[in-house]
């Protein structure tokens, strides 16, 4: 048991007196016990102080030492931090290690430091080893990590003490090394999106859709076109570096500094809407391929990208900015040398950090789902396909049997655009989002004079007489035939149900809708009667042909698929 030397106190049950305290001194304490109605009561009498003193011999006391936050802080080594996550590595980092002794009343001697991993990063101390650390004394060491060395940085630097265990800091990280070569444009940038969804179709033909990937799988194919030192530069990156992570430009997402920007800035000024910048990402200022910056974004203001890290060097005016994505090579480039110094390829780089995008649905509702009313683009052909969903008997003996299983055509339609500039791509772009490969629906029209007006309707009215276009005997309602979509000169658009049809004549065929007009529309009033079918996109996979850079010219086609089981 251990042995206290201390001195009694006033006890904390009222009474007791110290005495080792003065009469004196204690009339200036304030009388609480017993309780009264006075809030305080001093004690009259002469205030004359006196010292006393505790005796000359202190009391003894029996007592055991109890556990405390003092044994768990002190008599050991604190290091701090004990993780170092360096994230995407683009330039030398340099990062400090604290450490400190913490016993209050021993030293203790640094015998030696373990790196293991450690190619590209280096630990500087204060001083020679071994080195003594005098009780509760603290150094510092610096951690630099280059861009030289192994892709993926998984390093374990440990502190050795006599006579203790190590203690150890882990450093992790990508190092990074950036696409310079730019595309050769005369055959675009094409950019690929690929969702994954799970479609389960019913007896009915009614489907669910299930996606599968938060964000798209993303590439870009390209062509590049070096000669002399861009030639060796780009050979000698594709033999070293061909199996790990570049940080790549966003080429079609190209910015200009509109003035030069000075070393040492902490922002880059640019118009940021619209383009591909990520909070936490990375940015490029670029002015040849040997020229280059590589800069950390963090936050994006709509005239400015604020860095994490000031740039180092100086940007004339005319430089371009990139948002910049961490990717792979997909395959490896087959280098064509139509002479021995220049080298021609086509590249196609896959991003392997997730791309958001905000996904916006076209703003027309219609029974429950947005309508598309972009208008197909037609410099190629419109193409329209019913397929039904048959099964096929075939013992190659007998004559074949045909099941349509379940009575409904499924058209696949092709749909097209021509987009120009960041505002028009970035909403497409939002589009194809909300689409997420073939997870949603939309109603799409045919885009055709599907149907001819032959009379005025009534604004009261709920029925429309048609020229005959065999709609009784065909169309009878069907999914795909039983939505129109009404469009008038003056741009007013109409969605409307047909409930009912019937024949009036050789020549005219009269429909009921389910709603009325709440106008009069007489046939010369009537741009186009579209059939209105709800579509999705048939597969996960939509590309975009990048013409120009974002400021320009883009295309995208895709095919929209039936889905008459959920009309």
Not at 5 to 30: H, I, K, M, W
Not at 185 to 206: I, M
Not at 405 to 434: I, V
């Amino acid at each position: 048991m251990a042995v206290i030397l201390a001195t009694e106190g006033a006890s904390a049950n009222a009474g007791y007196v110290n005495p080792n305290v003065t009469a004196a001194l204690r009339s200036f304490a304030v009388d609480y016990w017993p309780t009264h109605t006075a809030d305080a009561d001093l004690v009259p009498g002469a205030y004359a102080m006196a010292p006393a003193w505790p005796p000359a011999v202190p009391k003894v006391v029996g007592a055991v030492a109890a556990v405390s936050y003092f044994d768990d802080f002190y008599n050991r080594i604190h290091i701090a931090p004990s993780r170092i996550d360096l994230g995407n590595l683009i330039s030398v980092q340099t990062r400090s290690v604290v450490v400190w002794n913490a016993w209050p009343d021993q030293s203790r001697s640094l015998t030696a430091l373990d790196l293991v991993a450690a190619g590209g990063i280096t630990a500087t101390g204060e001083g020679a080893l071994p080195l003594a650390f005098a009780p509760l004394q603290q150094r510092t060491w610096s951690i630099a990590v280059g861009t030289d060395g192994p892709a993926v940085i998984a390093a374990t630097l440990s502190w050795l003490f006599a006579g203790l265990d190590p203690i150890p800091v882990e450093i992790t990280g990508n190092r990074l090394t950036a696409w310079t070569i730019p595309p050769v444009w005369h055959n675009g940038v094409l950019e690929r999106l690929e969702w994954l969804t799970e479609v389960q179709r019913g007896a009915d033909g009614s489907e669910d859709a299930y996606p599968l990937r938060d964000t798209p799988r993303r590439t870009w194919e390209f062509d590049v076109r070096v000669a002399a030192a861009n030639r060796w530069l780009l050979e000698a990156t594709l033999y070293d570096w061909s199996a790990r992570n570049w940080a790549f430009p966003v080429s079609p997402d190209a910015s200009v500094l509109a003035a030069l920007l000075p070393a040492a800035s902490s922002s880059i000024p640019l118009a940021t809407a619209n383009l591909d910048y990520a909070i936490g990402g990375l940015a490029m200022l670029w002015s040849s391929p040997t020229s280059y910056e590589l800069v950390e974004i963090a936050d994006i203001q709509a005239n400015a990208l604020l860095l994490v890290r000031p740039t180092v060097s100086e940007w004339p005016r005319g430089s371009r900015v990139y948002p910049t994505r961490i990717a792979q090579l997909a395959d490896r480039p087959q280098l064509q040398r139509p002479t021995s110094r220049r080298a021609d390829a086509h590249v196609r780089m896959e991003a392997i950090e997730p791309c958001d995008w905000p996904a916006v649905p076209p703003a027309t509702m219609y029974a429950g789902y947005p309508v598309l009313e972009h208008a197909d683009e037609v410099s190629t052909v419109p193409t329209v396909v019913y397929e039904r969903d048959l099964d096929v008997l075939d013992d190659d003996i007998g004559p074949i049997s045909v099941d349509d299983l379940t009575g409904l055509a499924w058209p696949q339609q092709s749909h097209a655009w021509k987009l120009n500039g960041r505002a028009a791509r970035a909403s497409h772009r939002s589009l194809l989002y909300y689409f997420a490969g073939r997870a949603n629906f939309v109603w799409l029209s045919s885009g055709q004079d599907d149907i001819e007006l032959a009379a005025l309707v009534g604004a009261t009215a709920a029925t429309m007489d048609i020229a005959w276009c065999g709609y009784t005997r065909f169309g009878r309602g069907q999914a795909g035939r039983k939505h129109l979509r009404i469009e008038l000169v003056d741009g007013t658009v109409f969605h409307r149900a047909i409930t009912t049809w019937a024949e009036v004549d050789v020549a005219t065929e009269r429909l009921g809708i389910n709603a009325q007009l709440a106008r009069d529309v007489s046939p010369e009033q009537v741009a186009r009667i579209s059939f209105l079918s709800l579509r999705r996109l048939a597969g996960d996979a939509v590309e975009i042909q990048h013409l120009t850079d974002s400021e320009g010219a883009a295309a995208c086609s895709v095919q929209f698929a039936g889905a008459p089981g959920n009309e």
